[in-house]
T-cell receptor, first 117, second 115 residues
Framework: SAVISQKPSRDICQRGTSLTIQCQVD?????MFWYRQQPGQSLTLIAT?????????ESGFVIDKFPISRPNLTFSTLTVSNMSPEDSSIYLC??????????????FGPGTRLTVL | GQQLNQSPQSMFIQEGEDVSMNCTSS?????WLWYKQDPGEGPVLLIA?????ELTSNGRLTAQFGITRKDSFLNISASIPSDVGIYFC???????????????FGTGTRLKVLA
């Protein structure tokens, strides 16, 4: 398994501002993911962040709104830009680990609870 | 975004009862993962399934990877109050062209256990 931490754990922000969320994992991983979980909903993939390449965004998510950095194999950041109340969600990072031949799994951080006023 | 059909959406059960929930899709998946999420926390991995037909247990939890690779179920036996939470399935989707694997999540099952 992996130990994943996120900062901040929660924040309350004003509309129009930006927030950068950090994700740190205790081992080197190739693939990291960023998800959004709106209140009472399931998880929706925002983008996949591989070290050394540009993030791959899912339909409905764009780099200008959610820029991602992946400077090394243990760290990533997600920025929520020009925030509006509709961006109020839990933002989760996750990593994919290979635990044996054909046995990859995905582990999650504790999440960042964002409220935009 | 794309999501898996998960049922039931929510359930109230008595302590000691068995619980069953499932996920279905029109897509074929490589891997099925089952998670539990408590309020204010990230999802915690419960069981991982890698082969069609595979049946795996983890304590009181049992999950199976459907033969068609399009579905999976999770059973909880003899439920206890700490089983309360939201349970999500996730399927690893193979992209149509060479690209990144990604996981699609179910809509969630909210479980409430009555003592």
């Amino acid at each position: 398994s992996a130990v994943i931490s996120q900062k901040p754990s929660r924040d309350i922000c004003q509309r129009g501002t930006s927030l950068t969320i950090q994700c740190q994992v205790d081992s080197q991983v190739t693939m990291m993911f960023w998800y959004r979980q709106q209140p009472g909903q399931s998880l929706t993939l925002i983008a996949t962040a591989n070290q050394g390449s540009e993030a791959t965004y899912e339909s409905g998510f764009v780099i200008d709104k959610f820029p991602i950095s992946r400077p090394n194999l243990t760290f990533s950041t997600l920025t929520v830009s020009n925030m509006s109340p509709e961006d109020s969600s839990i933002y989760l990072c996750s990593v994919e680990l290979w635990e044996g031949l054909g046995t990859d799994t995905q582990y999650f951080g504790p999440g960042t609870r964002l409220t935009v006023l | 975004g794309q999501q898996l059909n998960q049922s039931p959406q929510s359930m109230f059960i008595q302590e000691g009862e068995d619980v069953s929930m499932n996920c279905t899709s029109s897509s074929i998946f490589n891997t099925w993962l089952w998670y539990k999420q408590d309020p204010g926390e990230g999802p915690v991995l419960l069981i991982a399934l890698y082969k069609a037909g595979e049946l795996t247990s983890n304590g009181r939890l049992t999950a199976q990877f459907g033969i068609t690779r399009k579905d999976s179920f999770l059973n909880i036996s003899a439920s206890i109050p700490s089983d309360v939470g939201i349970y999500f399935c996730a399927g690893q989707l193979i992209p149509p062209t060479s690209g990144t694997y990604k996981y699609i999540f179910g809509t969630g099952t909210r479980l409430k256990v009555l003592a």
